[in-house]
Structure formats: C-alpha cells, structure tokens
C-alpha cells in the first residue's frame, strides 16, 4: 500500500519542538505509534514536505534516522520549512553515507509503486503576486511536469504529491492547476495547512475531475492516510 502525510517538523536535532502548539503535544511519540500500527515494510509513505527544522543537510541526521527507522519506504519532498533542502545529488550522497537504506529524494522524478506513478513538487503560493513568487511558481510548475511527464509517457497513471495547496479558502494556483488537468490527474494530496481554522478552509473534495486531500499530520491525528 502507499500512504501519505506532510508536515511531520521534527527537530531530534534542533531546540525547536511543536509540542508547544496546542494539539501537538508527544506528537513524534504519536507518529511512531500509528505510523508502525499501519504501515508495513513493504508499504511505501510520501512525506509532503516540512520535515524537519534542520537548517543544514548535516544537521538533519537525528530526525532522517527517526524516520528510517519506522516501517515502509518513504519518498521524501520539498516543504517551505526544509531549509536543509540542496540539490538531489548531495542529498542522495548525504542519505546512502549514513545508511538511510529506507529514504528516497522525490524531486523532477517519479516512483512506481503498486502500478502507480507517485509524482509531485513543492508548489508555491496560491496567491503569489509579486514578480520574485511569479519566478519560484514558474520554476515549480516546471519540477511538477518533469515529474508526472515521464510517468505518463511510460504508461502510468500519476498521483500528485504537493506540499502547497493548489486551492485555498476560494483561491487557486492556477499555474499548478493547469498542469494537474493538462495530464488528467485523478487525484492530489497536499499539507502545509495547520490548525482547525485553516483546515476549514483547505479543500477537499472533487473539483475539475480531481480529488484534493489536506494531509498535514496534525489534520490527520499523526497518522499516515492509505492513498492506494
């Protein structure tokens, strides 16, 4: 099975923990428990993004082995808090040294799991106005098609992975929504809402043929969410 959940922001080697947030509290104690209660060695887990506080690759050791260790394979994108986040290459390097066997880079590329293409970006601002956010858009728009393109010229039918949301409280990317109907995608998962408030206004439900689906870890009770 794949399953899926964003916004896990561990910080094991940081003085950043989110148990001061209201709902957070034992949060990374509440991952592991429902993460191991579901998923299996042989499922695979997308992490949308936000995953640890780190602010350099060589300081994300302590939250990279608290997710190898749990269960399942996990395939790992960009969130608007990796700031540890660098290029595919040293990433890559940095992963295998360290014996990380379980951790995948999601990043202009796709994964084949169960005869499905796991695909997906960043994304950007659903609002982005200015000429500095139009330029970062652009650019994710562009990773978001070099990811699903390959997949469906290989005969698969892609499920997109975003850490932004694609529509929000009545407003949509449009840059990223062309995409998601240019290549007919069935199906969209995102996080980086937190917060009953916001949730509320993050969409879920079937617009343009798609299914949208908030997958920040607190909306799902620390708990990973079955996608196929």
Same mark, same amino acid.
């Given at each position: 099975?794949?399953?899926?959940?964003?916004?896990?922001?561990?910080?094991?080697?940081?003085?950043?923990?989110?148990?001061?947030?209201?709902?957070?509290?034992?949060y990374?104690?509440?991952?592991?428990?429902?993460?191991?209660?579901?998923?299996?060695?042989?499922?695979?887990?997308?992490?949308?993004?936000?995953?640890?506080?780190?602010?350099?690759?060589?300081?994300?050791?302590?939250?990279?082995?608290?997710?190898?260790?749990?269960?399942?394979?996990?395939?790992?994108?960009?969130?608007?808090?990796?700031?540890?986040?660098?290029?595919?290459? &040293?990433?890559?390097?940095?992963? #295998?040294? &360290?014996?990380?066997?379980?951790?995948?880079?999601l990043?202009?590329?796709?994964?084949?799991?169960?005869?499905?293409?796991?695909?997906? #970006?960043?994304?950007w601002?659903?609002?982005?106005?200015?000429?500095?956010?139009?330029?970062?858009?652009?650019?994710?728009?562009?990773?978001?098609?070099?990811?699903?393109?390959?997949?469906?010229?290989?005969?698969?039918?892609?499920?997109?992975?975003?850490?932004?949301?694609?529509?929000?409280?009545?407003?949509?990317c449009?840059?990223?929504?062309?995409?998601?109907r240019?290549?007919?995608?069935k199906?969209?998962?995102?996080g980086?809402?937190?917060?009953?408030?916001?949730?509320?206004?993050?969409?879920?439900?079937?617009k343009?043929?798609?299914?949208?689906?908030?997958?920040?870890?607190?909306?799902?009770?620390?708990?990973?969410?079955?996608?196929?």
């Amino acid at each position: 099975m794949v399953y899926a959940i964003a916004d896990l922001h561990l910080s094991f080697g940081t003085d950043k923990p989110m148990d001061v947030f209201g709902g957070w509290s034992n949060y990374t104690e509440r991952i592991e428990r429902n993460w191991q209660r579901l998923v299996t060695p042989e499922d695979t887990v997308v992490i949308a993004g936000d995953i640890s506080w780190a602010m350099k690759l060589e300081e994300t050791e302590k939250d990279f082995s608290f997710i190898d260790r749990l269960n399942g394979s996990k395939l790992i994108l960009k969130g608007n808090h990796d700031y540890w986040w660098t290029t595919k290459a &040293k990433m890559e390097n940095y992963i #295998s040294g &360290k014996g990380f066997s379980t951790l995948s880079i999601l990043h202009n590329n796709y994964y084949l799991r169960d005869g499905l293409a796991l695909c997906g #970006s960043r994304g950007w601002f659903y609002d982005a106005e200015t000429d500095a956010d139009m330029l970062i858009l652009k650019r994710e728009a562009g990773r978001l098609r070099m990811s699903i393109e390959p997949a469906v010229k290989d005969g698969y039918e892609p499920i997109v992975f975003l850490h932004y949301p694609p529509i929000y409280n009545n407003m949509e990317c449009d840059e990223i929504l062309d995409i998601l109907r240019e290549y007919n995608i069935k199906k969209c998962f995102y996080g980086h809402i937190h917060g009953g408030n916001a949730a509320k206004k993050a969409f879920t439900g079937e617009k343009y043929g798609i299914q949208f689906r908030l997958i920040a870890c607190d909306h799902l009770g620390f708990t990973p969410l079955a996608v196929i």
